[in-house]
């Protein structure tokens, strides 16, 4: 059985470019969450994905998009970076949305 | 939504004491996990504990669903514990919100 992957790990962006980071869930999950951590401070939701539909929205504005592909592995877009978009981003992956959660070990964004 | 408050926020042990760490959150919950994060970022499973006790070795985790709150006890604590130690819980909505966490250290 394989965990959740995320890449990149560390990526640098310039302000104003746009950014994809990708997440393979674990075997068997078809629920995908992501989740924004800045320094010193717990995990804050972005989103969930459920068989391919979004199925839960935080607060964060529209720039911060995603996908889910049919193998249930998924994408977080982010447009128009802004310096506070600087954080680790967590993919979770969950059997169905109401279990547990596993993590990645994360992409830590750097934007300058 | 849902509040998480986790106490106490940092700790200093030194190797082989005991520990308890608080979580008590402010609405009925589905899901309540704890998780330790390790110093690379990454959130590693301890327990999945919506209600009742769980142990795992020298932890173990205790949610009162009835009163709100969830304790995760570490025995004879290691220099390995160290880091970061976050509960989520997921209440009617389709996430979970963490606390702010509690920087564990044990000094060796």
């Known amino acids: 059985e394989t965990g959740v992957t995320q890449s990149p790990t560390h990526l640098i962006k310039t302000r104003g470019q746009q950014v994809t980071l990708r997440c393979s869930s674990q075997s068997g999950h078809n629920t995908v969450s992501w989740y924004q951590q800045a320094l010193g401070q717990g995990p804050q939701f972005i989103f969930q994905?459920?068989?391919?539909?979004?199925?839960g929205r935080g607060n964060f504005p529209p720039r911060f998009s995603g996908l889910q592909f049919p193998n249930y592995s998924s994408e977080l877009n982010v447009n128009a970076l802004e310096l506070d978009d600087s954080a680790l981003y967590l993919c979770a992956s969950t059997p169905t949305p109401d279990r547990a959660a596993f993590f990645g070990q994360g992409t830590r964004l750097t934007v300058v | 939504g849902i509040q998480v408050e986790q106490s106490p926020p940092d700790l200093i042990l030194q190797e082989g004491a005991n520990s308890t760490l608080r979580c008590n959150f402010s609405?009925?919950?589905?899901?309540l996990q704890w998780f330790h994060q390790n110093p690379w970022g990454q959130l590693i499973n301890l327990f999945y504990?919506?209600?009742g006790t769980k142990q795992n070795g020298r932890l173990s985790a205790t949610t009162v669903a009835t009163e709100r709150y969830s304790l995760l006890y570490i025995s004879s604590s290691q220099t390995t514990d160290s880091g970061v130690y976050f509960c989520a819980v997921e209440g009617s909505e389709r996430q979970l919100t963490f606390g702010s966490g509690t920087q564990l250290t044990v000094l060796p």
């Open positions: 609405d009925s919950v589905n899901n």
């Open positions: 504990i919506p209600s």
């Open positions: 994905y459920y068989r391919e539909e979004e199925n």
